[in-house]
C-alpha cells in the first residue's frame, strides 16, 4: 500500500528535512521505494506567470540560503489553483533533471525580488522546460 508523510509545521517548528533539505513529504510507494518531493501551491491570480520558482535567499541581508541552494528532492509540483475550485494549472517534474539543467545553462532563470520581504528568486518559465523533465503537466490556457 502506497503512503505519505508530509513535514507539517507545529508550534513554528520546521521539519529538520524540510529546513535543511525543502523536502515537503516522502512517498512510499507500493513496490517499496521512497521518494521525496517539495511541493509549492500558489493562487490562481499567479497562474499567467507560469513558472518554476526557486528562492535563492531566504534573506538577502544575512546571506540566509533558499531553496535554490538547499533543494534536495527527487520530485517537484507546482500548482496554480484555489482551494474551493481545485487547480488550473499542475506540473510534476524531475528536480535532478532540472538542477542539471541549470548547471548546463540549457534553462535560464531570472532573479526577482519578493514582494514585502528581503528574500529573491529564481522565475524558470515552464516553456523552457523539456517534456522529458515532466512526469506530469497541466498547463495554464489564459
Not at 73 to 96: P, R, V
Amino acid at each position: 500500500d502506497s503512503d505519505i508523510t508530509r513535514f507539517t509545521r507545529n508550534d513554528k517548528q520546521v521539519h529538520i528535512l524540510d529546513k535543511n533539505f525543502h523536502i515537503d513529504c516522502v512517498l512510499h510507494l507500493k513496490n517499496g521505494q521512497i521518494m521525496t518531493l517539495q511541493e509549492k501551491f500558489l493562487r490562481s491570480k499567479f497562474a499567467h506567470y507560469d513558472c518554476y520558482t526557486l528562492e535563492y535567499f531566504n534573506n538577502q541581508s544575512t546571506n540566509e540560503y533558499g531553496e535554490w541552494h538547499k533543494l534536495c528532492t527527487d520530485l517537484y509540483f507546482t500548482g496554480y489553483g484555489e482551494s474551493n475550485t481545485g487547480f488550473i494549472s499542475a506540473y510534476l517534474f524531475k528536480t535532478i533533471e532540472i538542477k542539471l539543467a541549470i548547471l548546463k545553462n540549457e534553462l535560464k532563470g531570472t532573479l526577482k525580488p519578493t514582494k514585502g520581504s528581503n528574500a529573491n528568486f529564481y522565475a524558470y518559465p515552464f516553456k523552457q522546460f523539456k517534456d522529458e523533465w515532466f512526469i506530469y503537466k497541466k498547463p495554464y490556457v489564459p
